[in-house]
């Protein structure tokens, strides 16, 4: 069933409207015609604020589902990340989602999509991140050495 159009505090206006009208000698059915609703929302108000007072037609937060790690394990989560892959036995220091739920799996006996990992990340504030692609070969002193030598003198004539 959807979920009724407006505001938390709209719908319970509307339910207390409803309430008021059941108060002033209205039937159900006509109640429901002067707020929208079906007949049967007018009964179950009623019912609610009989049985609660205003409590039964306020509006309540919707908790939603409730998260599989708690927010102390969400932190342990985060220190184990900032140690890096390596020490979770990886062959590289890439986090991956896949490589991330092993590793709840693993730590919390807790198992995500990979897909979801991803907003569980960004709300602890990792974002992704592209690694640099090098040449494993790349020999940084020798880099260097060419900048310092042959590149910058070569770059001075063609200034002139």
Known sequence: MPRPEGS???LERRRLRAVKLLD???QPVEVARMVGVDRRSVRRWKAAYREEGI???AAVKATGRPPK???EER??????ILQGARTEGFSTDLWTCPRVVRVIRKHFGVTYHPDHVGRILHALGFSPQKPQRRAAERDEEAIARWIR???APAKKKSER
């Open 8 to 10: 938390p505090a709209e």
């Open 24 to 26: 002033e000698g209205y």
């Open 55 to 57: 409590e039964g037609v």
């Open 69 to 71: 790690l708690e927010a």
């Open 75 to 80: 932190e342990q989560l985060a220190q184990i």
């Open 149 to 151: 030598e042959d590149w």
